[in-house]
């Protein structure tokens, strides 16, 4: 039973462009929607992450939107760059559990020159 | 330099060998975790430790074992691998805290393969 769904599975995109990557989970008890970024070779890193009382939330070029109503939370890099190539997770968790993480499939971004 | 190293790398092995790979980490966490990532799947939890011998399964738990003797430690047993584990293996360790969240620190990854 996959909990957490991500799209797409690989992305391309320009240099300058906006790459969006969506999840969607199923447990309406999950509060704590995390983004991981993994470069080859590497562990997944936490990237940006966001509650369910806020709607938006941006850290550089990194925003995730949420809508709890749908049960949806999306990845948005703005002016993405070449060093931005690699692979994106979506995860979700309950706060209070956040060691019990649940990810979604995987992104694999490529930001061309 | 605060990390997580897990030991070896890299590992093949034959069918039922017995192995332990090994996860160490220096921030004094209390939580760690052992997960698999697969094409497709994403990473999935294999096994979670509290803190010093409380452990619990995770989504996969099969076919390992795990044990938290010091807090420092979290090592991953395969008492009798299998191909179906192939698979790229991490450790990851988190703080406790009160109400807030923190983050998960993940190892470098451990590439195994069983023939």
């Known amino acids: 039973q996959q909990q957490v769904k991500q799209s797409p599975q690989s992305l391309i995109v320009q240099k300058g462009g906006i790459s969006i990557i969506n999840c969607a989970y199923e447990?309406?008890?999950?509060?704590?929607f995390p983004w991981y970024q993994q470069f080859p070779g590497k562990g997944p890193a936490l990237l940006i992450a966001?509650?369910?009382?806020?709607s938006e939330k941006k850290e550089g070029r990194f925003t995730i939107s949420f809508n709890k109503s749908a049960k949806q939370f999306s990845l948005h890099i703005m002016d993405s760059q070449p060093g931005d190539s690699a692979t994106y997770f979506c995860?979700?968790?309950?706060?209070?559990?956040?060691?019990?993480?649940?990810f979604g499939s995987g992104t694999r971004l490529l930001v061309r020159p | 330099e605060a990390q997580v190293t897990q030991n070896p790398r890299y590992l093949i092995t034959v069918t039922g060998k017995k192995l332990t790979v090994t996860c160490s980490q220096n921030?004094?966490?209390?939580?760690m975790s052992w997960y698999r990532q697969d094409p497709g799947l994403g990473l999935r939890q294999i096994y979670y430790?509290?803190?010093?011998?409380?452990?619990d399964k995770g989504d996969v738990p099969e076919g390992y074992k795990v044990s938290r003797k010091e807090k420092r430690n979290f090592p991953l047993i395969l008492e009798s691998p299998s191909p179906n584990q192939t698979s790229l293996y991490f450790c990851?360790?988190?703080?406790?805290?009160?109400?807030?969240?923190?983050?998960?620190?993940f190892g470098p990854g451990t590439r195994l393969l069983v023939l």
């Open positions: 990851a360790s988190s703080a406790a805290s009160g109400s807030w969240v923190e983050t998960q620190y």
């Open positions: 447990n309406t008890a999950f509060d704590y």
């Open positions: 966001i509650r369910p009382d806020v």
């Open positions: 995860a979700a968790s309950r706060m209070d559990s956040s060691y019990k993480l649940i």
């Open positions: 921030m004094n966490h209390e939580y």
């Open positions: 430790s509290m803190n010093v011998e409380v452990t």
